[in-house]
């Protein structure tokens, strides 16, 4: 199968097989859900978990809004950036001898909000962006126009889980804080000028509340008016500028 005139996604079974091969990134494939397994389907199928790709099984009407050509049951949308790994990361910030601060977003599948949070992050000295590989927005043409091109600069890295990541960090040396509004503290009275890595969920669920346990500090964004919430990436920028703030004391 050829590619499609959109070149955000693949569709075709050896189309895709032969994009992994060549060390494309996928960020997300869509299989049908219904369909036979077939010798290449079976290839595919353990190529992706090789790869460690995010798979999602779903009817063939969706695939069919996707494309109409014969996507023959499966579609790769196509990473628009490359991802890294947060270890090694956070090993050559140490290395250079910087503070590091790190951003985990929690369920964040807006891909406006993604892209606001990773142009505030990129432009107030943030490492890594960390990302779920499910549940999260797509890196996407819009997510990237929206962080006007941040995402193109901003290491970011994609985690099976989040909670092991915050314990990894956790493990490493760094407080991690998570932003909700749950909290007692407020972000004007956390330590932000050691190693630290903040959170941020998503504004209908929040953070889970397995990593919200794990986190050794919540701090919240003291509200005056009547509504008690901002958007998501507003408070990513206001949290990110009071860290930097404290930073260059």
Same mark, same amino acid.
């Given at each position: 199968?050829?590619?499609?005139?959109?070149?955000?996604f693949?569709?075709?079974?050896?189309?895709?097989?032969?994009a992994?091969?060549?060390?494309?990134?996928?960020?997300k494939?869509?299989?049908?859900?219904?369909?036979?397994?077939?010798?290449?389907?079976?290839?595919?199928?353990?190529?992706?978990?090789?790869?460690?790709?995010?798979?999602?099984?779903?009817?063939?009407?969706k =695939?069919?809004? @996707? +494309?109409?050509?014969?996507?023959? %049951? #499966?579609? *790769?949308?196509?990473?628009?950036?490359?991802?890294?790994s947060f270890?090694?990361?956070?090993?050559s910030?140490?290395?250079k001898?910087?503070?590091?601060?790190?951003?985990? =977003?929690?369920? @964040? +599948?807006?891909?406006?909000?993604? %892209? #606001?949070i *990773?142009?505030?992050?990129?432009?107030l000295g943030v490492?890594?962006?960390?990302?779920?590989?499910?549940?999260?927005?797509?890196?996407?043409?819009d997510?990237i126009?929206?962080?006007?091109?941040?995402?193109?600069?901003?290491?970011?890295?994609?985690?099976?889980?989040?909670l092991?990541?915050?314990?990894?960090?956790?493990?490493?040396?760094?407080?991690?804080?998570?932003?909700?509004?749950?909290a007692t503290?407020?972000i004007?009275?956390?330590?932000?000028?050691?190693?630290?890595?903040?959170?941020?969920?998503?504004?209908?669920?929040?953070?889970?509340?397995?990593i919200l346990?794990?986190c050794?500090?919540?701090?919240?964004?003291?509200?005056?008016g009547?509504?008690d919430?901002?958007?998501v990436?507003?408070?990513?920028g206001?949290v990110?500028?009071?860290?930097?703030?404290?930073?260059?004391?």
């Amino acid at each position: 199968m050829q590619k499609s005139i959109n070149q955000d996604f693949i569709f075709g079974i050896r189309a895709i097989i032969e994009a992994i091969r060549a060390g494309k990134e996928i960020d997300k494939l869509l299989i049908q859900q219904d369909i036979g397994k077939s010798a290449l389907m079976s290839e595919l199928l353990g190529l992706a978990k090789t790869e460690q790709i995010p798979l999602q099984r779903v009817p063939i009407f969706k =695939l069919n809004k @996707i +494309t109409a050509k014969n996507h023959q %049951g #499966a579609i *790769a949308f196509l990473s628009k950036i490359d991802y890294v790994s947060f270890e090694n990361i956070l090993q050559s910030t140490f290395e250079k001898g910087e503070v590091p601060l790190f951003l985990l =977003l929690d369920s @964040i +599948t807006d891909v406006r909000n993604l %892209g #606001a949070i *990773a142009r505030s992050a990129e432009g107030l000295g943030v490492h890594c962006l960390i990302v779920p590989e499910k549940n999260s927005a797509q890196i996407n043409s819009d997510a990237i126009k929206t962080s006007a091109g941040a995402l193109h600069h901003l290491p970011v890295a994609r985690v099976k889980s989040l909670l092991h990541s915050v314990k990894y960090l956790q493990e490493a040396g760094l407080q991690v804080v998570a932003c909700t509004e749950k909290a007692t503290e407020n972000i004007y009275e956390v330590d932000f000028s050691i190693p630290t890595a903040l959170v941020m969920g998503a504004e209908d669920t929040g953070i889970a509340t397995a990593i919200l346990k794990q986190c050794e500090k919540l701090a919240k964004i003291p509200m005056k008016g009547k509504v008690d919430s901002l958007n998501v990436s507003v408070s990513a920028g206001i949290v990110l500028y009071e860290v930097i703030r404290q930073r260059q004391k």
